[in-house]
Each structure stands twice: as structure tokens, then as C-alpha cells.
């Protein structure tokens, strides 16, 4: 399966929640069940400053990312693109048959270091969820149960 984040810059929510994705894939041990890919329709030049320092504070380092152009192509290669509250008009095509959510997201952009840590701390969580989802379709097993136990004796 392969799930695209997607923003106009590629500077800062997307980066941000393809960061995440990436790291509780591996926690989940999904690696190699679930791609996960980001980008812009107009992508910036570099990651927004604040979005590196906040995203360091939970041990993530996205200096060395670099924003890359969403198109057509990829978004015709995904199963899932989420957009982070801005327009990817024009990029998924009618053709596509994949999921599209929009997360509705405040653009970390100019903004102070505590409101992009809320940004933060709020896709973190989506992601946990979407993970949730993700995992519990393919099992089939619903996550908020927990493992199966054994019966009483």
C-alpha cells in the first residue's frame, strides 16, 4: 500500500506527517507492507526552519529533506493521498480510484514555535490513527481490543 501526504510546499505539514509515518511504520513493523511517500504542487525550496526545530524536539531530523513535486503519475501510484488542508486540485485525477482525505490542517508557515508544536502534536496523532485503520484492514483484527487472550480454565 502506498500513502502520499500532500501540501502545496512540501515544506512543513506533509514533511512532517511522512516523517511520522515512516517511523510508526517501522514501530509496527509494516516496513514492507506500507510505502510512504510526500510532496507539493508547488514545492518550496527547503523545510520551513520551525518545522525542523519542532520535529527535532521528538527526535526527527528533517534538515537534509528536500520538498519534491507531487503529479499526476503519483498520485495514479497511491492508494491513500491525504492532502494537510490544502488544494491538490489538479493532481489526482479523475481516473483515480485511491482514497483522498483532506486533514484540514493550520499551515505551520510564520507561525510561533508553540502553535507549529501543536501542528506537531496533532498530526502525530492522526497518524497513529491512520496507522490503526491501516493495520486493522489488513489484519481484519480491530485494534482497539487489544491481542487475543486466552479463556479462563
Not at 526552519?49 to 507531487?70: C, K, N
Amino acid at each position: 500500500m502506498r500513502v502520499a501526504f500532500v501540501c502545496v510546499q512540501n515544506a512543513g505539514r506533509s514533511q512532517m506527517a511522512a516523517a511520522f509515518a515512516r517511523r510508526e511504520r517501522e514501530r509496527r513493523g509494516v516496513g514492507d507492507r506500507v510505502d510512504v511517500v510526500t510532496g507539493g504542487t508547488d514545492p518550496a525550496d527547503h523545510v520551513h526552519e520551525p518545522v525542523v526545530t519542532v520535529m527535532r524536539e521528538v527526535g526527527i531530523d528533517l534538515a537534509d529533506e528536500t520538498p519534491r513535486v507531487f503529479d499526476h503519475d503519483d498520485a495514479m501510484d497511491a492508494d491513500v493521498v491525504i492532502t494537510m488542508g490544502c488544494s491538490a486540485e489538479g493532481v489526482c485525477p479523475m481516473t483515480w480510484r485511491g482514497d483522498a482525505r483532506d486533514w484540514a490542517l493550520d499551515d505551520p508557515a510564520g507561525r510561533d514555535l508553540e502553535t507549529v508544536r501543536e501542528i506537531r502534536d496533532e498530526i502525530a496523532a492522526r497518524i497513529a490513527a491512520l496507522f490503526d485503520e491501516l493495520c486493522a484492514e489488513s489484519s481484519g483484527v480491530d485494534p482497539s481490543v487489544g491481542p487475543p487472550t486466552e479463556p479462563d480454565s
